[in-house]
């Protein structure tokens, strides 16, 4: 029996992963957060400072895996849980840069489509609907403002020792997108059969609400 894929796509900051983890709990798929895969290349390539023209080499030995703990994603580099490391700031630029890179990208790859192959499953990313999942049953590109996406990144930090000014935060977001959408391979953009899903002017509950029903919708 073919498996279910649902495509999630959009700029860092949106919400796909928040919004993705309560539609996928809703539906009782699997949810495939593909960018802590690359966070955690990332990881492997800073701690062993790699530099790019290695880095093709220095992938036989990365050991990257994800397990389903009690329904939740966790991510592992080698027998190590690294899912709170891939989140810092270093580590998300470090990762849009790498994954830019087309050996990082084919590495990863075929992990990708192995999960939806053998699972009902929402995969989010920059590129699931355009590379990973072309066939996707359903195709979501879902995305906010720079600003609204800035805000929400500036109060989940706010709280936190050393967090930046807004305007840090803002200028992050607006070059991250730029790298994304620029780079020779796969860059970041809305796959002519998905749906824009904008979530500039919803809260979380909301977006996920509205996204399952619409994915429900599309699936019937």
Do not use: W
Not at 33 to 45: C, E, N
Not at 61 to 88: C, H, M
Not at 111 to 119: G, S
Not at 135 to 149: C, G, M, N, W, Y
């Amino acid at each position: 029996m073919k498996t279910i894929n649902i495509a999630i796509d959009g700029p860092a900051g949106a919400g796909k992963s928040s919004i993705a983890k309560k539609v996928s709990a809703e539906l009782g798929y699997i949810y495939v957060d593909t960018g802590a895969l690359y966070r955690t290349i990332a990881l492997f390539i800073t701690e062993n400072d790699i530099s790019d023209e290695d880095i093709p080499s220095a992938l036989e030995t990365a050991d990257v895996s994800l397990k389903f703990i009690d329904g939740e994603q966790r991510v592992y580099l080698g027998d190590r849980d690294v899912s709170g490391l891939i989140r810092t700031p270093e580590i998300s630029m470090a990762a849009s840069r790498t994954s830019a890179i087309p050996a990082v990208r084919a590495y990863l790859f075929e992990t990708q489509k192995k999960i939806a192959r053998e699972n009902n499953v929402i995969m989010d990313g920059r590129d699931i609907g355009t590379v990973v999942l072309p066939d996707a049953q359903v195709k979501i590109f879902l995305t906010a403002s720079p600003e609204e996406r800035a805000n929400r990144r500036y109060k989940e930090l706010l709280e936190k020792p050393g967090c930046p000014s807004y305007q840090e935060i803002l200028d992050d977001i607006i070059k991250r997108d730029h790298n994304d959408m620029h780079r020779e391979t796969a860059p970041l953009k809305q796959a002519d059969d998905a749906i824009l899903f904008d979530t500039s002017a919803m809260g979380l509950e909301e977006s996920a609400a509205k996204l399952t029903a619409l994915i429900r919708e599309k699936l019937a």
